[in-house]
């Protein structure tokens, strides 16, 4: 099950990289939850389409690929509400400005390789948005995506999905099953924080990140070489 979570949420995630239960809220304005569906429907048709478009060139190319995930995906996801769930809040802000920056520049960057090893086993998926789920404050929801495989059963996933201060929607996590990969993953974090400090956390991913894609980048072009991710 760890596997699997792991990989849709590779697939998912930056390729966007999940049973409801959230109440729906029902004195819950209709136009919020087609506010919510308007920014999330487009975005996964246009993953589903790039991918399924241009899956071989962007194996050959990637920065293009960084290029799509930076100007099309990159801003619906708050990368530092992630990380401060993956460590834990008090932690996240009793980091000193410096260390928050260089953690979330480091969950960020591994974000960006999950978008990568999703790209490696998409099989033409395709992901439509079937359902939004607001709390009664109207601060939380979950966006439940349906994604359909020419060789799987249909699998549903939820994003989570948190108001912003100025009212935007943006995710923060993703579901599978009732697995969460905040849930999967933070306590490798917080582990790794406990025993030798944040310092040696952000090493850490740093490490992985820059190994993987100096793999990746071997077999572009030497062109792109200085090019994100490259």
């Known amino acids: ?51 399924s478009e241009n899956q071989a060139m962007y194996l050959q190319n990637p920065s293009a690929y960084a290029d799509f995930i930076n100007t099309r995906v990159k801003s619906s996801w708050d990368v530092a509400s992630t990380t401060s769930a993956l460590i834990g809040k008090p932690r996240f802000l009793a980091l000193a400005p410096v260390e928050q920056s260089s953690l979330v520049a480091a969950v960020d960057r591994t974000l960006m390789r999950y978008a990568f090893e999703g790209l490696e086993h998409y099989t033409a998926q395709i992901f439509d948005v079937v359902d939004v789920v607001v709390n009664q404050q109207g601060t939380l929801g979950w966006v439940q995506v349906r994604m359909q495989s020419p060789i799987l059963l249909d699998l ?75």
């Open 156 to 230: 549903n996933l939820d994003l989570l999905i948190k108001r912003t201060d100025n009212a935007n929607w943006k995710a923060v996590d993703v579901r599978f099953k009732g697995i969460t990969y905040v849930s999967i993953k933070k306590h490798e974090y917080r582990d790794i924080i406990e025993k030798d400090g944040v310092t040696a956390l952000i090493e850490t991913l740093n490490q992985k990140n820059a190994e993987f894609f100096n793999d990746v980048c071997r077999q572009a072009s030497p062109q792109l070489k200085g090019i994100a991710p490259c």
């Open 1 to 51: 099950m760890h596997m699997i979570a792991k990989t849709i949420s590779k697939v998912i995630y930056f390729s966007f990289a999940l049973g409801l239960s959230a109440p729906l809220a029902a004195n819950l304005p209709l136009e919020v939850e087609q506010t919510i569906a308007s920014q999330f429907t487009p975005l996964f048709q246009a993953v589903t389409q790039e991918l």
